[in-house]
T-cell receptor, first 116, second 119 residues
Framework: AQKITQTQPGMFVQEKEAVTLDCTYD???????LFWYKQPSSGEMIFLIY??????QNATEGRYSLNFQKARKSANLVISASQLGDSAMYFC?????????????FGKGMKLTVNP | NAGVTQTPKFRVLKTGQSMTLLCAQD?????MYWYRQDPGMGLRLIHY???????AKGEVPDGYNVSRLKKQNFLLGLESAAPSQTSVYFC??????????????????FGPGTRLTVL
């Protein structure tokens, strides 16, 4: 079973509108972390936002916020006031702990296109 | 600070050839990782290291070897390249954190990637 599921292969949004990118995860560990990364067409991986499993409040970073619903195991990324530069691939990832080390498990990503 | 750098940026190999990808980081991170990215597959972990002199297998380790002789460097080797190893390879590094950490993300910092084509 996939540990990170991103079901939307692609989305389109109008500039200045808000958009929600879906991510569900699967883990039985009580301690984990959830990340969103952006990959523009230039290829680099850019860290956007983080949510810890024990964090009481949803994470926010500028125009990015994370809608964390622990019981539903979802960690959706909300981008407010979309900009043309937001067009990119977006990856949700979960940090898991195994054998005293930590690793990231990535979803397959989804492509966001912002239209003018 | 350069962050995480990867050498080379592009490479074309013939089947059966060998090569080494170099990853270097100047952030004094303990953990380093090698991923491969294929279309529609996201990033998959090949090998990782939790400190100098240590390495461990990730999700897709077959056909690759790694070494971490110095804390700042993590090498990925292909002994006999195959067309199935055509991919974009990313290196990443991070600080370790204890289980249950509640402050800070401890996010992974990524290099720019290496595009490898095996003919």
């Amino acid at each position: 079973a996939q540990k990170i599921t991103q079901t939307q292969p692609g989305m389109f949004v109008q500039e200045k509108e808000a958009v929600t990118l879906d991510c569900t995860y699967d883990t039985s560990d009580p301690s984990y972390g959830l990340f969103w990364y952006k990959q523009p067409s230039s290829g680099e991986m850019i860290f956007l936002i983080y949510q810890g499993s024990y964090d009481q409040q949803n994470a926010t970073e500028g125009r990015y916020s994370l809608n964390f619903q622990k019981a539903r195991k979802s960690a959706n990324l909300v981008i407010s006031a979309s900009q043309l530069g937001d067009s990119a691939m977006y990856f949700c990832a979960m940090r898991e702990y195994q054998g005293g080390s930590e690793k990231l498990v990535f979803g397959k990503g989804m492509k966001l296109t912002v239209n003018p | 600070n350069a962050g995480v750098t990867q050498t080379p940026k592009f490479r074309v190999l013939k089947t059966g050839q060998s090569m080494t990808l170099l990853c270097a980081q100047d952030m004094n991170h303990e953990y380093m990782y090698w991923y491969r990215q294929d279309p529609g597959m996201g990033l998959r972990l090949i090998h990782y290291s939790v400190g100098e002199g240590t390495t461990a297998k990730g999700e897709v380790p077959d056909g690759y070897n790694v070494s971490r002789l110095k804390k700042q460097n993590f090498l990925l080797g292909l002994e006999s390249a195959a067309p199935s190893q055509t991919s974009v390879y990313f290196c990443a590094s991070s600080y370790p954190e204890g289980i249950g950490r509640t402050t800070g993300a401890g996010e992974q910092f990524f290099g720019p990637g290496t595009r490898l084509t095996v003919l």
